[in-house]
């Protein structure tokens, strides 16, 4: 599954209205994390199984998503989005603050900033990804 493959996801959830988008998949809502791109948050699991739709043909059972048999988080991050989690969570999550003082290191090395990711050139008939070659193996 590309970054593509998701957008596509993102984009068919917007066109379609957030209850309509899960009400046509199957998905329930799921606790957890959530997606946020361009300032709006997503189900993750639900785009998730959309996605896998537009990468495979086949949209991911509901039943694959909520039995954590996916880490929702682990693809959308490696992707390059945003997946956060509820503000309770994230309040369980923090840690306590002490009173002790942070000590700083004399002199801390420079952080390298990573390099973006290359786009994936895909094919638009079937949305796979191009080959070296440019031409689609299995459209042609």
């Known amino acids: 599954m590309t970054r593509q493959h998701i957008l ?12 309509a988008f899960v009400g046509v998949y199957g998905y329930t809502p799921a606790p957890g994390y959530t997606l946020v791109h361009e300032g709006r948050t997503y189900d993750s699991k ?10 495979t043909g086949r ?3 509901a039943e694959e ?10 693809i959308l991050r490696k992707c390059g989005f945003e997946a956060t989690a509820p503000v309770a969570a994230r309040a369980a999550a923090a840690p306590r603050r002490t009173a002790q003082p942070r000590r700083r290191a004399a002199s801390a090395p420079a952080r390298k900033q990573a390099a973006p990711e290359p ?10 990804a191009l080959p070296a070659t440019g031409v689609c193996d299995s459209c042609g």
Request: charged share 25%; proline share 4%.
């Open 8 to 19: 596509r996801a993102i984009e068919e959830h917007d066109d379609r209205g957030a209850d």
């Open 46 to 55: 639900a785009i998730l199984g959309v996605a896998h739709r537009y990468a």
């Open 59 to 61: 949209p991911a059972a």
């Open 119 to 128: 786009v994936v050139a895909v094919c638009p008939t079937c949305f796979m």
């Open 65 to 74: 998503l909520v039995d954590a048999k996916v880490d929702a988080v682990a």
